[in-house]
Structure formats: C-alpha cells, structure tokens
C-alpha cells in the first residue's frame, strides 16, 4: 500500500470509530446499554478493532 492507501484508510476508520463513539453514547443516554447488552458490546468491539486497525495502518504510513 502508498502512504495515500493507509491515509485513505485511516481516514475511513476515523469516520467508523466517529460514527461508533456516537452510537455509544446515544445508547448510553437512553439506557440501551442495559436493555441491549449483547449489541453493546459489539459496538464496543467494533469500536476497539477500528481502533486497533487504524494505528496498525498509521505506523505503516509513518514506519
């Protein structure tokens, strides 16, 4: 990959952890985080893999 691909890349996961993070608190804030535990943590694991995925990709631009 260029140094273009991985800062495409980290600029999508920005957008999936953004729009991540917002769901989160919307579920937080209407207490759907109790109703729906299951899915809570799957937005809490997508969030942690996005995460993950977007500093592997910004050391492989930097490094």
Excluded: S, W
Excluded at 12 to 35: C, K, P, S, W
Excluded at 37 to 62: C, E
């Amino acid at each position: 990959m260029t140094d273009d691909d991985h800062q495409r890349v980290i600029n999508e996961l920005q957008q999936v952890i953004d729009d991540t993070q917002a769901m989160l608190t919307r579920f937080e804030e209407t207490g759907m985080n109790e109703e729906m535990p299951a899915d809570y943590d799957k937005l809490l694991t997508i969030l942690d893999d996005a995460i993950k995925q977007q500093r592997k990709h910004t050391k492989m631009a930097l490094g």
